[in-house]
Every structure is written in C-alpha cells, then in structure tokens.
C-alpha cells in the first residue's frame, strides 16, 4: 500500500474524520463496537539505508485470538493499513506486512477473503526525504484487526522516531535564563485575569437582564413572586422561599462551568486559547450562531428534552428547600430557548480566557437572573410597576436575532483571519454589519416583518431610543467601507479585521510605523544583541482581539510608537499561526507538566514557547529581555491606556543597565 501524503490544510482536518467515519459506518455494518483500550502495543524504530533514504519497522506482539489486518487490501473502501506524516517533504513508500500472512474466509467483506497476519507483526515501509532530514520524525499508524468475525479499531498508534543524521533547526523552546518570577523590576502585571474578570461579570449580568426581559423569563416573575408570598401564611418565610429560589438559579448557571475546571487539570493549558483561535472551533461557532439567530427569529425553538422538564417540575412539589432547588432547575430548563443562545454567546466569547472567566460570566448571568425574584419578593408593590407582557418581548428576541447574526460574522472572520483565505477581508465584514443594522433599523420601523408579528408598531420611548440607537450605529458604520481617514471605527477597534486585512492595498490608514519581527525570535534577538537594545516579545494572535486594539490604539500613539520604535527590538510571535514548521523543526517537546507535546506548526512552537517561559497561554501578553535572555520586567497583559503601557516599556529600559 502507498503512503499518502498531502500538503493540504483541509485534508489533513478531514482525514481522520473521513477514516473514522468509514471505520464506524463498517463497525455499525456489522454490529460490532468496542470501547475498550489499544489492544495491540506498537514499538517503532528506524534505519537509515542512504543520505536521505531510512526504513521504518513497526513491531506489535501477537494478542490471542485478536488477529491484524494485513496491509495493502481494500477492505469495502476502507485501506487495511496506512501511514501518515505532518512533514509533507516525505516522498511515500510501500509497507510490507512480512511473511507470516495467511488468507482467511471472511463473510463481512464483499471479497469473501481476507489476509490477516498470522503471530507477531513486523511491518517494514521504506521513505525518502525530498529536502533536509529532520532530527526526528513524526506520524501516524492506522491499522485494523480481527476478533472471529468481529471488525475492530484501534486508536491510530502515533508515533515519534530519532532518524540518524537528521538536522534539529528548530530553536529553543524552553528557555532556563528567563525567570519570570524575579525580573530585574517588579513593574508589569501579575496575571491576566486579574483585570478581565471584573468586566466579565458585568458583560454576564448585562446578558442575564437582556435573558430576564424575553417572552420564555419575564411572565414567570409575578406568577412565581405571588406563588411563594400567598403560599406562604408567614410572609417573611415566603420571602425567605423567593430567596432561596434565586440563589438557586445563581448557583445552578454556576454549575454549569464545572466541567471545565475539571477538564482544564486533564488537558493542555492552550485548549482555553485554541477555543478562540482554532479555525474549526470557529467555524463550528459561526454556524451554532446562525441556529441561535434563527431561532431568535421563530423558526424553531432550541429546548432541553422534555423529560427533563419533567422529571424536575415532578420534584418541585416535595416541599422546603430541595423543592424550591427543583422550581430553580424548572425555570432554567424551559427557559433554555431563551437564556441559551444568550449564555452561550457570552461563554463563546470569553471561552479562551480559561475556566475561572467562564464561572464569573455565568454567576453575573445568574445573578441577574435570580435577583429580581428575590427583590420582588421582598418588595411585593414593585410588581405593578412592572410593563405587561406582550409583543414586546418578542420584538426583543428578533433583535437579538439580529445581534447573533453579527457575532456570526465575527466568528466566520476570526476563521477566515487565521488561514487568510480572503473572504471576510475588513469591507465585507463592516458591509456585513450595516446591511444587519439596516434590517434592525427596518424591523423596529414595521417595515419589515419577521415571525408572527403583526408589522404594525406603536412608537414608544424605548422603541424610538433602539432606533435612533442602531440608526446611529449603522451611519457609524459606513464609512469604514471606504479608503479614507474617517475608515477608522475607533469605537470598534479590534473587533472588524485590521486595516491591513482591507480590500484596498494601500489604504491610507495603513501607517508607516512600528514593524515588528514576524514569527523569529532568533533572529530579532540576535538584532538586540547588536543593537545592545532590549528585546519586546509580542505574543499575539491572528483572531485576538485585544491585540488589534492594542496595535491600533496603543502602539499608534506618539510616545509608545517612539519608544518602541527607538529603544527596541520588536518581535511578534503568533501562537495560533498555522503555517508548518520545517521538517527539521517539528519535534516532541516534554513540557514542564511532563506532557509530550507534538510541535508540528508554528503555533504550536509558539505557545509552548509563552507557556513554559511566560506561565500564560492569554494573548496580548508583551514580555521585555535582555539581550543575554534574562526577564527585566514582569509581562504585560491587555493595557488599553497608552500612558500606562509606556510608564511600562520606560521601566524596561531603566532595568537594562541592571543586567
């Protein structure tokens, strides 16, 4: 059988799927799954036969009455055997399965004959290099195997293997001289988090009252503010239920994060990071958006099953506090069609942050969720201040419709600015986003009906303010379609794609400032060296958004732009950059947790690199060196304050003699 190789970015996402879904379409077929482990234990090694020539040997001990699949048939579209390599210079080859193969009846495969490997396995192919030999190799063996008449699977056996005479190009990554923990100045920021969190809550509290205002929360508040006070023959204990009640629905959105604590001690500290920048993720977001928005506009409704529903409302009944846990649950569960694209948009958005983000925007969400029926409890007369249900509220959902519509876009350009595929270039999304505004302006107006509203509109206050809202926005909007100074959106920094990512190639805002190194830190601290200036360690991203209002807003002004322009040496590394690695700088990297890491992109380099140096995985995040690579200052996060940030970067400087 011929290896395969392919240096398509596509491919390489959809070959495991693709091999995985053929593998279950076939397991289904014959009614056989197995969830247990890796049944066969593989061992590899290599041989090198010429300059650029090396043999590969793939052992596997005999498992009783387990027998392999041998390589080079078709079994009903599915190859018996294969191997893969993320170094697309490997030119493929041939594996031979060795001489213990027998041929076997088989009533599963339309062939009526297999071969299957008969004792231990042996399996040798042979690969040739196009360019430079790395140090070590890396790639994947799938294979299969039978159990009577039973087709099973493996897991791909993933493979690491030293190859003679291979070159190591590919730097360092753990550097031992950087000890961030005690730099020359103490100036800098002890953690990101730190100044998120705050902002974080009020966002899920500002998505909490928008959820309480929908048609699926709004008319529970009186009915279950009276429950719990005419229940009651003590009025102070129906407040103490309503209490209880809202706690509840506080601790229950609270809940909901605690996998991702649990998840976050099991796998690598970037997952939180490659949430917001991973292409796929991206996509997957854009198109659970577009489901939200229509869902918003009345297609359909997004809801839990039933039963849960159900089973919870049964337990409502059983009385005192765990009845009232089980009202809470209730409300949240048949709330879900509302509340859930509401939260879900919120946890999308701060999902890289880490698990501790995600728990503080769900407790502002159930704050302000659970709040109003504590307060109306307490205080009964401020129900009759309370605008009836009614239209309203549905008129609410379309425009957040609208609004789910414009965050959809946000995720499709956060893809399409990783890859650079040019589709969601900076005008279109900004085209995107007026033609969304217009529609809301249109609805509001009547001119526009969407769902079973009626299209006729009654001009009250709140209404006439959402308009003049959007309209503004949406005039705001225009001018960033053209090749002009007024192109700006200050107020929008960072969140369209940057100027430089324009349908114009030489837009007049593209200034001729700051230009950093671009993904080499070798070579910008060789410049500092022989500059003898300090080294600025710009960790970024391609769908960071703090990261473009920092270069737009912070570095655009007049004092940082000196300083950095004058006293440093500027590299900017992107850890989620997706370009390959040359062949001789893919490796295996044992990380500080002593996880095995592959290092296959330039990413993947990068963000290994600010983790084990930087103890983050959160971008912005600006580090200062010297130039013998010894930290002068702690690092900085997100500093949207020009002055600030530049009282930073002076502190850098003022501890460069020190070292």
């Given amino acids: 059988m011929e290896l395969v190789f392919c240096e398509c970015a596509m491919y390489n996402f959809l070959r495991p799927i693709l091999s995985l879904f053929l593998t279950a379409t076939i397991l289904f077929a014959t009614g056989q799954t197995d969830s247990a482990g890796p049944v066969f234990k593989w061992t590899v090694t290599s041989k090198k036969l010429s300059e650029k020539k090396y043999e590969l040997v793939f052992k596997a001990p005999a498992v009783a009455g387990n027998n392999l699949y041998a390589p080079g048939q078709d079994l009903d579209g599915v190859q018996s055997a294969g191997i893969s390599f993320p170094d697309s210079s490997v030119i493929s080859g041939v594996i031979n399965g060795g001489s213990n193969v027998q041929t076997t009846a088989s009533a599963i495969f339309s062939k009526g004959t297999v071969q299957l490997v008969n004792g231990d396995a042996e399996w040798k192919t042979v690969i040739e290099f196009r360019d430079i030999v790395p140090a070590k190799l890396l790639g994947e063996l799938t294979f299969f195997y039978n159990k009577g008449e039973e087709f099973k699977s493996d897991p791909p056996f993933a493979f690491s293997t030293a190859l003679e005479g291979g070159i190591a190009t590919g730097g360092k990554i753990k550097i031992a001289s950087i000890d961030i923990k005690n730099p020359a100045e103490p100036c800098g920021d002890d953690a990101a988090e730190s100044k998120s969190l705050g902002g974080i809550f009020l966002l899920g509290f500002l998505g909490g009252l928008i959820a309480l205002l929908t048609p699926c929360v709004f008319p529970m508040i009186p009915v279950t503010v009276t429950f719990f006070t005419k229940k009651s023959q003590d009025r102070k204990k129906g407040v103490a239920n309503a209490l209880f009640y809202g706690l509840f629905i506080f601790f229950i959105y609270i809940a909901i994060t605690i996998p991702f604590h649990v998840a976050s001690k099991a796998i690598s500290p970037e997952i939180f990071n490659n949430i917001s920048t991973n292409v796929w993720l991206n996509l997957l977001f854009f198109i659970v958006f577009i489901v939200f928005a229509l869902s918003f506009f009345g297609l359909f409704e997004i809801g839990l099953p039933a039963s849960f529903a159900n089973k919870a409302d049964s337990r409502s009944g059983l009385g005192n506090l765990l009845g009232i846990f089980f009202m809470a649950g209730t409300l949240a569960i048949v709330s879900f069609s509302c509340t859930g694209p509401i939260l879900g948009t919120l946890l999308a958005n701060v999902a890289n942050e880490g698990p501790w983000p995600l728990t503080v925007g769900a407790a502002g969400f159930g704050l302000a969720l659970g709040l109003p029926f504590a307060l109306f409890a307490m205080f009964p007369n401020w129900l009759h201040s309370l605008p009836k249900s009614g239209g309203w509220m549905t008129e609410l959902k379309v425009v957040l419709g609208f609004v789910e519509l414009a965050l959809a876009v946000k995720f499709l350009a956060n893809a399409d600015n990783v890859e650079q595929w040019g589709i969601v270039k900076r005008e279109f999304f900004i085209a995107a986003w007026i033609l969304i505004g217009l529609l809301i302006v249109l609805y509001l107006l009547g001119w526009l009906k969407i769902g079973h509203g009626s299209g006729k509109r009654k001009f ?13 926005f949406t005039l705001y909007l225009i001018p960033g379609l053209t090749n002009t100074k007024w192109a700006n959106l200050r107020l929008l920094s960072g969140f369209p ?163």
């Fill in 497 to 659: 794609p940057p100027i430089s990512y324009s349908i114009y190639t030489d837009h007049v805002l593209l200034v001729k400032g700051i230009e950093p190194i671009h993904n080499d830190y070798e070579k910008a601290l060789a410049k500092a060296r022989a500059e003898n200036k300090p080294l600025l360690v710009d960790f970024t991203g391609w769908a960071c958004v703090n990261c473009r209002r920092m270069e737009e807003l912070v570095w655009t002004n007049r004092e940082v732009d000196s300083i950095m322009r004058n006293e440093f040496v500027v590299v900017s590394l992107y850890v989620d950059e997706r370009t390959k690695l040359p062949a001789t700088a893919q490796t295996d990297f044992t990380t500080g947790t002593g996880t095995v890491k592959p290092i296959i992109s330039v990413g993947d380099k990068w963000a290994t690199f600010q983790t084990e140096n930087f103890g983050a995985t959160s971008q912005p995040q600006y580090a200062i060196l010297s130039p013998d690579e010894k930290a002068l200052t702690k690092t900085k996060f997100y500093t949207p304050d020009p002055a600030e940030f530049a009282e930073w970067l002076r502190c850098g400087i003022r501890a460069m003699p020190k070292k």
């Fill in 460 to 472: 009250s206050l709140v209404r006439s303010g959402f308009i003049l809202f959007f309209t503004a």
